[in-house]
């Protein structure tokens, strides 16, 4: 049986490879997209590419990841916290 930290470890390991590779495969997108040779005539005509994960998505997803951890590990930080640590 894995232990409990390193399950932690594994996962957040896990998560940080995706969420990384989204975001390069994402900015290489978006690089690639803006040296290509067909460029928009004019200023008005140029449409602004959204980001993948907008600054609020990214918060609540950090808020998210943030309780979804404090609830799995609440027993046993209730427990070091009991005992003096």
């Known amino acids: 049986m894995i232990s409990v930290l390193a399950q932690e470890r594994l996962l957040g390991a896990a998560a940080g490879s995706i969420v990384t590779a989204i975001v390069v495969f994402d900015q290489r997108r978006s690089i ?11 200023v008005a005509q140029y449409r602004r590419i959204e980001p993948l994960f907008g600054r609020k998505s990214c918060s609540e997803l950090a808020h998210l990841w943030n309780k979804a951890v404090d609830e799995t590990f609440r027993p046993v930080i209730e427990s070091l916290t009991s005992s003096g640590w």
């Not at 690639?32 to 005539?41: A, C």
């Open 32 to 42: 690639y997209s803006s040296i290509s040779g067909t460029k928009p005539e004019s």
